[in-house]
T-cell receptor, first 113, second 112 residues
Framework: GDSVTQMEGPVTLSEEAFLTINCTYT??????LFWYVQYPGEGLQLLLK?????DKGSNKGFEATYRKETTSFHLEKGSVQVSDSAVYFC????????????FGKGTLLTVNP | DADVTQTPRNRITKTGKRIMLECSQT?????MYWYRQDPGLGLRLIYY???????NKGEISDGYSVSRQAQAKFSLSLESAIPNQTALYFC???????????FGPGTRLTVT
């Protein structure tokens, strides 16, 4: 079945450091890929997405590129802020009649001032 | 107002009790979902509904049931709660075009 594997956390960085959170997937066909973020005490919210190979999703300084050849969708940010501290989830979904999301286990990011 | 609301936000209950978690959405979406979040396990799908008459089991449906009362309302029930159902529960809806899911704020359930 479909699956998503994220790098193990927690990740602790200093403010203005470079962030990479690795995500790889296993799926048949051509899934859509997502990064969701969960701030403390809140529900998940969509951070960015990509729907086809070589697409780059971006939002709030975060970027991720859909790489079909390596089945990856790594999240990056050039300079993190304390306010980026959250849990980040990589996820995939497939179209047709099935719009369920398959999530990775999440990566906790803590950014220190 | 929030697009997806959940009640209650927190609940403590005893083993064996029946409990219902409620979800309402104003997005006008047909598709709704219930997830469970446990530390280190991410989110796992309990049930999903693609319209009022279409309800499907997810990967961890045992011990849970659902009711889709209307397009906007999707309830999750634990018929006889047990301690390993202690978790954070999220309701979500999805946009059929973009596949984006919109999540509620979550219900923290503790079963003692």
């Amino acid at each position: 079945g479909d699956s998503v594997t994220q790098m193990e956390g927690p990740v602790t960085l200093s403010e203005e450091a470079f962030l990479t959170i690795n995500c790889t997937y296993t799926a048949t066909g051509y899934p859509s890929l997502f990064w969701y973020v969960q701030y403390p005490g809140e529900g998940l919210q969509l951070l960015l997405k990509a729907t086809k190979a070589d697409d780059k999703g971006s939002n709030k300084g975060f970027e991720a590129t859909y790489r079909k050849e390596t089945t990856s969708f790594h999240l990056e940010k050039g300079s993190v802020q304390v306010s980026d501290s959250a849990v980040y989830f990589c996820a995939l979904s497939k179209g047709g009649s099935n719009y369920k999301l398959t999530f990775g286990k999440g990566t906790l990011l803590t950014v220190n001032p | 107002d929030a697009d997806v609301t959940q009640t209650p936000r927190n609940r403590i209950t005893k083993t064996g009790k029946r409990i219902m978690l409620e979800c309402s959405q104003t997005k006008g979406h047909d598709r709704m979902y219930w997830y469970r979040q446990d530390p280190g396990l991410g989110l796992r799908l309990i049930y999903y509904s693609f319209d009022v008459k279409d309800i499907n089991k997810g990967e961890i449906s045992d011990g849970y049931s659902v009711s889709r009362q209307a397009q906007a309302k999707f309830s999750l029930s634990l018929e006889s709660a047990i301690p390993n159902q202690t978790a954070l529960y999220f309701c979500a809806t999805s946009d059929p075009v973009s596949n984006e899911q919109y999540f509620g704020p979550g219900t923290r359930l503790t079963v003692t």
